[in-house]
């Protein structure tokens, strides 16, 4: 028997450890073509489908929701039907347990495993051929149990009593991911919280001039001076690793959400060499895909900070959970029309920095958001020109009132909207 094409595991997103198998497309000794499709395997992100490479016969060494450990076999394509049938490894099937009317044959080598490693064979029961390849894939999977999110429930007869007044329920596949990823940064036990209020008045009327698409949402801007600033903090772009520190050498903004599909964390690669246009359409169109149950890996893998807005569900402050490979996340409340105001809660890592740094990020970026607002005062910056006293546009202090003060007057600039603005010295030194 030929061995055409081995059908791996594949490493489709950096953070997993084990697959699932979603669906299958063929059954042992099925005729296949090259592009044919053979198996949908679901990640922590996603759904992959894989097709033949080759044509061939389909020998299978996995089943429909089955645990598969990264870079375990799937399916071998070989040539011949007929040892797919009868020829397992060494040619020989050595011996055939059976349940109901399916009928379970080990090979040699197979059962040498089995034997090797104490394996109660009725775990196969119910597969029709076991090769090295199936005992191999089980002996991976327990192996990796330190990274495995437990399947482990309370024994329904220890809880439920006679009045059944509990009912247990089994968490999904994709919680217990979620689960997994989540509690991998928490389980240190050294996560500190910061947050700050960002002033930001009526908004909304700014943000219609400012952006194209979300005109009732801060988003785009927060992402976009947050990549600018992770220039700065390297620490936050970075995640703690048995003693070290690695750092990304790129700034991939990551957008959690979680509407009508679940958990997603849609990826923004090369955030901080994005202008705010282009940052808002990407964005958008990720959503719009998300939406549309289209997403690739691509647009839900490898982000090194995870930012997660909460504003349009009305929270006042929540704690985000960092996500595994990472050392911080970024929460948005919603804004207080009242107080004109928000919340910005960083969640970090203190096995990587501590909270002065924290604090620092926090309050730039506070700042760097609330300069937004000062396109507000553009009506006052108008009569200004129209023969007004000038005003400093960040302190709003007059030039009379800067000569009491013997001061050195106010300067004239162009400021970062591109307008003729004045300011004063004060606020240009940063005191």
């Known amino acids: 028997m030929s061995v055409l094409q081995e059908i791996l595991v594949p490493q489709e997103n950096v953070n997993d450890e084990f697959v699932i198998i979603a669906k299958l497309y063929v059954k042992n000794g099925s005729s296949i073509d090259k592009g044919d499709l053979l198996v949908d395997i679901e990640t922590s992100k996603t759904v992959v489908c894989i097709e033949a490479e080759v044509s061939g016969f389909v020998k299978?060494?996995?089943?429909?929701?089955?645990?598969?450990?990264?870079?375990?076999?799937?399916?071998?394509?070989?040539?011949?039907?007929?040892?797919?049938?009868?020829?397992?490894?060494n040619n020989t099937v050595s011996e055939v347990i059976s349940e109901t009317d399916v009928k379970t044959g080990f090979s040699k080598e197979a059962l040498k495993l089995i034997s090797d490693n104490l394996i109660n064979k009725d775990r196969f029961v119910g597969k029709d051929l076991i090769t090295k390849y199936d005992v191999e894939n089980l002996l991976r999977k327990n192996n990796n149990k330190k990274f495995a999110v437990s399947d482990k429930r309370m024994d329904a007869d220890n809880v439920i009593k006679k009045d059944d007044i509990l009912e247990l329920k089994p968490i999904s596949k994709a919680k217990r991911t979620e689960i997994k990823y989540l509690s991998d940064i928490q389980s240190n036990g050294m996560n500190s919280l910061a947050s700050v209020y960002v002033e930001v008045g009526n908004i909304n009327?700014?943000?219609?001039?400012?952006?194209?698409?979300?005109?009732?949402?801060?988003?785009?801007i927060i992402a976009y001076e947050t990549s600018r600033l992770l220039m700065k903090y390297k620490i936050f772009n970075s995640y703690y690793m048995q003693g070290d520190i690695a750092f990304y050498k790129n700034i991939n903004i990551g957008i959690a959400v979680d509407i009508d599909d679940g958990l997603k964390v849609l990826n923004l690669p090369n955030t901080d060499k994005l202008d705010l246009h282009t940052l808002e359409n990407k964005l958008f169109s990720l959503i719009e895909r998300y939406l549309d149950k289209k997403l690739a890996i691509n647009?839900?893998?490898?982000?090194?900070?995870?930012?997660?807005?909460?504003s349009s569900f009305g929270v006042d402050f929540f704690m985000p959970l960092i996500n595994t490979k990472q050392s911080a996340v970024l929460g948005?409340?919603?804004?207080?029309?009242?107080?004109?105001?928000?919340?910005?809660?960083?969640?970090?890592?203190?096995?990587?920095?501590?909270?002065?740094?924290?604090?620092?990020?926090?309050?730039?970026l506070k700042d760097r958001v609330e300069s937004y607002n000062l396109e507000e005062m553009s009506e006052e910056k108008e009569k200004y020109k129209r023969g007004h006293e000038p005003k400093c546009g960040v302190c709003l202090k007059t030039l009379s009132e800067d000569n009491k003060m013997d001061s050195h007057g106010l300067l004239k600039i162009i400021n970062r909207h591109g307008q003729e603005d004045y300011i004063c010295r004060t606020c240009l030194l940063g005191y």
């Open 205 to 220: 009327g700014v943000l219609e001039k400012i952006l194209n698409i979300f005109n009732n949402s801060l988003l785009p």
């Open 60 to 89: 299978l060494h996995c089943s429909e929701g089955e645990e598969v450990v990264i870079g375990s076999v799937l399916i071998s394509i070989v040539d011949n039907l007929t040892e797919v049938k009868n020829v397992l490894d």
């Open 299 to 310: 647009d839900i893998s490898n982000s090194t900070f995870t930012i997660t807005d909460l």
């Open 332 to 364: 948005v409340s919603k804004i207080d029309n009242k107080l004109g105001r928000f919340n910005l809660i960083l969640n970090f890592d203190h096995r990587v920095t501590e909270g002065r740094i924290a604090s620092e990020f926090l309050v730039e």
